[in-house]
């Protein structure tokens, strides 16, 4: 799997923006997708995951109630909506693929995008 995130940017404290990964193959919905993010200095840290199906989620505390995370199976692609932004969570964010994982451990996933800039102004 091939993994290519896109839609960072720079926005406002209290804006929002939305993320996409368009992933290649076939074998796209039986992995668990997810959004990682690094702050800048900081190691790399689970944000969202979406199981196969796309009928369960997980969030990170941090971002619960202000970010979703969806996807489509048929489009091959998983979208992260992030609102009300704080300076916070300006990171380089990063989707990420795997079959068998920990929803928040770095490691249990096997296929990564290059990473897309968040930069939230205050």
């Known amino acids: 799997v091939q993994l290519q995130a896109s839609g960072g940017g720079l926005v406002q404290a209290g804006g929002s923006l939305r993320l996409s990964c368009a992933a290649s193959g076939r074998t796209f919905s039986r992995y668990v997708m997810a959004w990682f993010r690094q702050p800048p200095g900081k190691e790399r840290e689970f944000v969202a995951a979406i199981n196969w199906g796309g009928g369960s989620t997980y969030y990170a505390d941090s971002v619960k109630g202000r970010f979703t995370i969806s996807r489509d199976n048929a489009e091959n692609t998983v979208v992260l909506v992030m609102n009300t932004l704080k300076p916070d969570d300006t990171a380089v964010y990063y989707c990420?693929?795997?079959?068998?994982?920990?929803?928040?451990?770095?490691?249990?996933?096997?296929?990564w995008g290059q990473g897309t800039l968040v930069t939230v102004s205050s």
């Open positions: 990420a693929a795997g079959e068998y994982v920990l929803w928040y451990r770095v490691s249990d996933y096997s296929y």
